[in-house]
């Protein structure tokens, strides 16, 4: 067994690659070659018995379908030709009636005035009892509006009979429905159905004539007409069928054949009282089947065939006309679409066969194509090897051709084995050249490194080092670093500390460390294992003087800090400010809509308006005041000096906010003003901004006063004068009193949500008030109200 197994392993050895491959190839090919053919040949029979299958299902569904829809196709025509035949009897009883109403009409207004009433009357109706209109079948009969027979079809002159309660053979009330459809409209159809098969009876078109307080009608009897519509739809399916292969066949049902086998039937046969029982049993099918579904259906029993002469299977398809009692249906012999398929079956077969033949031509002819590639292959992939065996026996001096080589693998591994040795010459000189660069940059490098081994011992330092710690480099080499720049051991980083089991590579700390003066330094150290081998521990130091720099964080966090409360200030503002623009702009909006409307009033349209300007000057005054506090943050806003008496100047001023809270507190808050300034003092300054100033502090006293009082006084103190608004509104708490006068502020967040308002007023007060050489203040206790006061130097 040994020996087998040693020989089969010596075949494997002794054999070339492309001699094992070819045969690998060569059973592979053989095998799969067999598989395809095996299992191609399964599936095309399989294929072909499913398909054979499925085509005789699909040529019986076929036949099916085309005989459904021819039948149903002669169901839509005889329902066309019938919905015909009424529309053109309902055509030619509405001409008739209007033209026989145009011609009474006509009679009236010629002789009314030439003959007395009642002659003119009988002159029209013996015209109308002896009229026959275009189109005409039958006569016209007339009656007056109140019921009354004038002309009764068939009896001539009416003699004035009221004929409310006539019925027709049907039971119905004729005049009744007649006047019912006149109180509604002019003229109409009336339409009359039988109640037993609900077959169309007869229909009426009557008119009004209100100048002779009549109607006119003429109705007509459908079924006079249906057996020649009938009769030309009977002809015309006939034709239709012929020569098609299927039979077409309609039935009463009572059981009278209206068409049997494809052509019209004259003879007496009844299908239920006289018939063979075959034909009987059939026709009691196709009656069961349409009973049941109006849509009819389908089902399959044997029949006599004509052209064969003999008994066949076949398939019909039945519907009803239920107004005419007729089954319509349709044969097709199941014989033919057997035939058919039989047929098909046999080009299935023969199709199996030649896809057979083929599927062997091709794959001998790849086998050919597959075996001449193959042996190409092979030829080169030897060529290609024996290039690599000429240069492993020869190694010194000979380079492989890879030019000369033919597959890319194999190339490529020519061009590895060429550049092998100038590589590793190469490489031999770069190691050099770069640990010279590596001792160049660790001794320039910005930051200060050294090397140390044993935990402790100094190895090498750099120039950095030197500068940082003020030790030369030649001094340290093999020094203790601790001893040197480390006062404290429990700052001391080791081996032990980062760890040689590869959990670790190195440890970043902020540490303090000394000089050789004694300074004192903060360093962001970086300790590296470079190496642990027999013993040698070492380990890269890198500090980066770090104290300027926590230094200069400490003062940026202080300076961050106010520079965020300034940005939230300044938010805060801006999505007020968006609030303060948008609510009057909407307003704005809103109103000049309500104006475009047609409806409102001229009250309406004053108050509106009145809206539209309160919006503008409260928006007005917001930029006003954007503007000035832009005016004096930057320093650019510009006052106009003047003399100005203060008593007659801002008086006006007065009596508009007094106006205003008694218009909109509803006397809750009371408003006062008193001045002990003589009339003749002036002051110069600038009268506007003063105003501006006087304003913004009634705006707000206004604002947070609901109810009490609002006082306003002028004082003369010194050179100066003061002016003082008092209120007994909602007051502000001592730690807000210095918040409200910067930029954007108000005492709480709240009162903004409360009461509105942008922050900038009191800011803006402040700033003018300055500009004009006075001061602004404030006197307040929460819940009581406050005193607001500024002065104004007299010049």
């Not at 087998?4 to 053989?30: H, N, Q, Y």
């Not at 006062?672 to 707000?700: E, G, M, Y």
């Not at 005492?747 to 007060?765: T, V, W």
Request: aromatic share 12%.
């Amino acid at each position: 067994m040994k020996e087998k197994m040693w020989e089969r392993l010596k075949f494997f050895k002794s054999v070339s690659m492309p001699g094992f491959f070819g045969r690998a190839f060569f059973i592979t090919f053989l095998v799969t070659f067999l598989l395809v053919f095996i299992v191609y040949n399964f599936s095309e029979w399989h294929s072909f018995r499913v398909n054979r299958e499925h085509r005789i299902n699909q040529i019986f569904n076929q036949e099916e379908s085309n005989l459904e829809s021819r039948v149903d196709g002669e169901i839509k025509y005889i329902t066309y030709r019938r919905e015909e035949y009424i529309d053109n009897l309902k055509s030619s009883l509405s001409r008739s009636v209007e033209s026989a109403s145009s011609m009474a009409e006509s009679m009236w207004s010629k002789y009314k005035n030439v003959y007395p009433e009642h002659r003119v009357r009988e002159m029209i109706l013996t015209s109308l009892s002896a009229y026959i209109g275009p189109g005409m079948k039958g006569k016209l009969f007339v009656n007056t509006l109140d019921g009354k027979s004038l002309i009764f079809p068939g009896k001539g002159v009416g003699k004035g009979i009221s004929l409310k309660s006539f019925q027709d053979s049907l039971g119905n009330y004729v005049v009744r429905k007649e006047l019912n459809l006149l109180r509604k409209k002019d003229s109409g159809f009336l339409e009359y159905y039988n109640s037993d098969n609900h077959e169309l009876d007869k229909i009426a078109y009557i008119q009004r004539v209100d100048d002779l307080g009549w109607y006119i009608g003429h109705r007509v009897y459908p079924g006079d007409f249906k057996s020649d519509i009938q009769q030309s739809i009977v002809h015309k399916l006939t034709e239709q069928w012929k020569n098609t292969g299927d039979v077409i066949f309609i039935n009463k049902f009572d059981g009278t054949p209206v068409i049997m086998d494809g052509v019209p039937y004259s003879g007496n046969m009844n299908l239920v009282t006289n018939a063979p029982q075959s034909k009987t049993t059939v026709f009691q099918q196709e009656l069961n089947l349409v009973k049941q579904n109006q849509q009819g259906g389908f089902f399959r029993c044997n029949w006599y065939n004509h052209v064969s002469q003999t008994s066949d299977s076949i398939m019909v398809y039945v519907r009803s006309v239920p107004e005419w009692n007729w089954i319509v249906g349709g044969v097709a012999y199941l014989s033919d679409a057997r035939k058919k398929a039989e047929s098909e079956g046999q080009q299935l077969k023969r199709r199996y066969y030649k896809a057979i033949v083929t599927t062997l031509v091709v794959l001998a002819l790849f086998s050919l194509i597959f075996f001449v590639f193959l042996n190409y292959y092979f030829r080169r992939f030897y060529a290609d090897i024996n290039w690599f065996i000429t240069y492993f026996k020869h190694p010194k001096g000979h380079f492989i051709p890879t030019e000369k080589i033919h597959f890319k693998e194999i190339r490529s591994l020519g061009e590895s084995a060429n550049q092998m040795m100038a590589t590793r010459l190469q490489i031999e000189d770069e190691l050099i050249f770069n640990q010279k660069a590596l001792k160049h940059l660790f001794n320039v490098a910005p930051v200060a490194m050294i090397v140390v081994v044993d935990e402790d011992q100094i190895e090498m330092a750099n120039h950095a080092f030197e500068e940082l710690f003020e030790y030369s480099q030649k001094e340290v080499v093999g020094m203790s670093l601790s001893s040197l720049i480390c006062k404290d051991n429990s700052e001391w980083i080791s081996v032990k500390n980062i760890g040689t089991d590869g959990s670790h590579t190195s440890v970043e700390r902020e540490l303090v460390r000394y000089t050789r003066t004694g300074q004192k330094l903060l360093v962001s150290a970086i300790f590296t294992v470079l190496s642990s081998n027999e013993g040698k521990n070492q380990m890269l130091h890198i500090y980066r003087n770090i104290t300027d720099e926590r230094n200069r964080e400490i003062q940026l966090k202080s300076a961050l800090h106010k520079a965020k409360e300034a940005d939230q200030l300044k938010s805060a503002f801006l999505a007020n400010m968006s609030h303060e623009i948008r609510t009057p702009m909407n307003a704005i909006f809103g109103f000049s809509e309500l104006l475009g409307d047609s409806d409102i009033t001229p009250v309406e349209q004053e108050l509106y308006i009145k809206y539209i300007q309160k919006s503008g000057d409260t928006l007005l005054h917001l930029i006003d005041d954007i503007i000035d506090f832009s005016k004096i943050e930057a320093g650019q806003l510009a006052l106009a000096k003047e003399p100005f008496s203060v008593n007659k100047s801002l008086i006006d001023l007065i009596r508009l906010y007094q106006k205003m809270v008694a218009e909109e507190r509803d006397g809750k808050v009371e408003m006062s003003f008193q001045s002990n300034l003589p009339d003749a003092l002036k002051i110069t300054s600038d009268v506007v901004r003063v105003r501006q100033i006087l304003s913004n502090l009634l705006s707000n006293a206004f604002k947070f006063t609901s109810e009490g009082h609002i006082a306003v006084k002028y004082l003369l103190e010194g050179n100066f004068v003061v002016f003082r608004v008092e209120d007994s509104g909602i007051g502000i708490e001592k730690k807000n009193q210095q918040l409200i006068f910067e930029r954007f502020r108000q005492a709480e967040p709240a009162y903004n949500r409360s009461f509105g308002g942008a922050g900038l007023g009191l800011s803006i007060c402040k700033g003018l008030v300055e500009l004009l050489g006075g001061e602004l203040g404030v006197e307040s206790e929460f819940g009581k109200g406050s005193v607001f006061y500024f002065t104004i130097p007299l010049d």
